[in-house]
């Protein structure tokens, strides 16, 4: 079952703005937290946002200010809104979300994958 699906990247000049969403299957506060990482070619990982179920929200520095995570649990998504990009922030996106089940025990769900690429 797919639990987390990205969409809305693409490519953006630098200085736009881009939303990002995560479509969360079944039960949305099964997830907590989730949030956001991103990868570029070649290296790691790192994270971006993360939003608890009651709404407090955490952000990397490198993104603070630029970066804005928030849910609608009515919609069972979360979102990522980006602005003022800069190239730097060219990325896959990964949506994230922690879980932890009474049988399978806690576990990491992540999304496909979104690209955003910033660029003139």
């Known amino acids: 079952q797919v639990q987390l699906v990205e969409s809305g990247g693409g490519l953006v000049q630098p200085g736009g703005s881009l939303r990002l969403s995560c479509a969360v299957s079944?039960?949305?506060?099964?997830?907590?937290?989730l949030g956001w990482y991103r990868q570029a070619p070649g290296k790691e990982r790192e994270f971006i946002a993360a939003i608890l179920i009651g709404g407090s929200t955490s952000t990397a520095d490198s993104v603070k200010g630029r970066f804005t995570i928030s849910r609608d649990n009515a919609k069972n998504t979360v979102y990522l809104q980006m602005n003022s990009l800069k190239p730097e922030d060219t990325a896959v996106y990964y949506c994230?979300?922690?879980?932890?089940?009474?049988?399978?025990?806690?576990?990491?769900?992540w999304g496909q994958g979104t690209q955003v690429t910033v660029s003139s």
């Open positions: 994230n979300g922690k879980r932890t089940n009474s049988y399978l025990g806690p576990r990491d769900y």
């Open positions: 079944g039960n949305i506060f099964s997830f907590n937290p």
